[in-house]
């Protein structure tokens, strides 16, 4: 998939802001503050229907406007073009999406048409942070590779937290038990194909991460990945044998949830182990390699979306050099410019290598005070 | 914006308590009605006063209804065994227009919420058991494809299942997350036939 080009209206600070993109390399220079994440954070309104990491449309809105527009034009691996267009107005908090001018059935129904890859700042929490960070980061990937997941596990966070009031009531105010019986049922039944997918997703993943980290890696170093469910979960277990072990597991612990007041039973509260050499990552990983991790797991992340959508993703990569050293940062851009369209925000043009070609492929962009400003093409050596 | 006549703000502040009404549209429903002429106001109003003086509960099975008890509860034509139970009167209206069920309906009047604070005892249940008796071949659960939809069936199927009475559910074929109001007749129909017991 290529982004070829994209409109913003009243989108953070930029008020309006039209950009015609290369079909490979895009930098979007300037200085800090001027508006280049947020250009990102555009293209991924307009492939996922929502932010990378914004919690809310309404923060998004430029301040002080009543409505935000954007546009894009999105290219398929196999040329067919499509017009995409978001609209979010603040008097309603309703956001509306048009895909070729037809709103989609859900918003979710959109994930993993257009597949995007993003690395920012914000991802170090994959490596470094809690459970709970790794468990985003592999929600994204499964949601753009499966439409059913995105529904699977909706309806599990509404059932869980439709559970977790009957606790909670239990706990403060006391109440028939009686009342979570319907709602196991429904955790349970939703809770388990939640855990098959990832389960079965970190069976095929792995392969993806190991060959990824021997490329970009120079060390004779082995990455592992794996799900650690709560509930024992084997990639070819049956919905049902995982449901009846989910059920148990339940009743083992119902009487910790009655006294604390909430579920604790369930893939809400799984760990994704990652270790190198069988060492865990979080606990003795020198900076390097957490950043090679991470990396990794995003080149990988891109393989496993080509593959499962059948359509190359786009990557975005948000000031994402300012901690590699200037080789890396080259043999990165290399290795990624080789993968597809990318769109790189930096204060520093430097970490282009300096034999770089600008042409109609590879464009330049400034971004200053909320617009931005194409270079000109340099002429053919 | 501030208008000019009292009146007209009133019915824009009316207006935009609708639900999906926002002020915006509000404001162009109210200088709508202004440029009507009067009879079309008054049976617009008369509408709106007639829905509350002269509708209410079905005795028998809770729809709304101006006679009680209703249509469907009061027909000859209907097959009395077959009780199809669902959560909102716009899900009779939905199942009526397939022209497949030819029973009787019980409306709960919304389904297990413990996030809206409704549980079973403000639901319809008690009536729909006192309605099981002997004549009663099968009750069919149709509630909402969705997570409170799904805890009412299971819920209810728990409470049926001692009275010797067979309890089916319709098929899931619905879309996920939908409503039973929102699925087409052809869907709702196969959702009829493909039913699943209980
Ligand atoms: N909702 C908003 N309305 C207007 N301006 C905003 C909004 N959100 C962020 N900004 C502005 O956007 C700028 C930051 O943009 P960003 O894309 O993060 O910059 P950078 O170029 O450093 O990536 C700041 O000046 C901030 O004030
Ligand atoms: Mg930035
Ligand atoms: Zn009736």
Redesign the interface.
Known sequence: MKIVRAQLRQFRNHDCTELDFGMTTNALLGDNGHGKTNILEALSFLCLTKSFYASSDAIVLQQGKDFFELRGTLLSDVGVEHDVRIVY?S??NHKKVFIDGKEP??FSSVIGQFPIVVLSPENSNITFGTPSDRRRFMDLVVAQSSRVYV?DV??YR??L???N??LS?ISRNGGSSA?L???N??LV??GSKVLLKRVRFFEEFAPYIMRAYAAIAHELETPQVEYVPNVETAPHDSPDVVGERFKAKLEEKKRDELRIGSTLVGPHRDEVAFSLNGLQLRAYASQGQHKTFLVALKVAEFFYLKERCAETPVVLLDDVFTELDGTRSQKLIALIESLGQTFITTTSEHVFHETIHWDDGRRRFTIHNGAAVQHDHEAAA | MRYTSESVEQLVEEFAQLPGIGKKTAQRLALFILKLPREKVVTFAQALINIKDKVRYCSICSNITESDPCYICSSPKRTRGIICVVEEPRDVMAIEKTNEFHGLYHVLGGALSPLDNIGPEDLKVKELLARITDDIEEIILAMNPNVEGEATTIYLSRLLKPLSVKVTRIARGLPIGGDLEFADEATLSRALEGRIAL
């Open positions: 107005e008097q309603t059935a859900t529904e909706l309806e509404k059932a937290r439709q559970r009031k009957i009531d009342l019986e319907p709602w049922e429904t039944l939703h």
